[in-house]
């Protein structure tokens, strides 16, 4: 049997324990590639969930420009027919004013002519 030296006690050592030592090295190494396997898959599907929400992005943002566009687009229309709507409005009143002022004016000339023309009715007869 083949004695080795230990450098930290510097006594003898036998072949057993070298193999022991090499046997709890391999049962470490196989620990250490399965956690690096698991850790490998894990980095890959939380890639693979970093592509699917990055596409997410991409096509929200792609949305949000298009409603840009379109919030803008409604605010040119809306710059465009504010003034229309308000001379329309405006002129509304004025209408409205106009017909106030014609509808009293006509019923005060019937009220007057109302009269006049039943007291000349029997003045003439």
Known sequence: MILLVSYPTLEP??????????????LALVDTLKKNEELHQQLEEKK?????KEAVIQDLTEENETLREMAKQTEDILSILKPITEDEENSGSEDKIVEDASSSSSSSHTQEEGPT???EGPDSS
């Open 117 to 119: 023309s039943s007291q």
């Open 48 to 52: 693979a969930v970093i592509k699917e």
């Open 13 to 26: 050592t036998s072949e057993s324990y070298w193999q022991d030592v090499a046997e709890e090295r391999r």
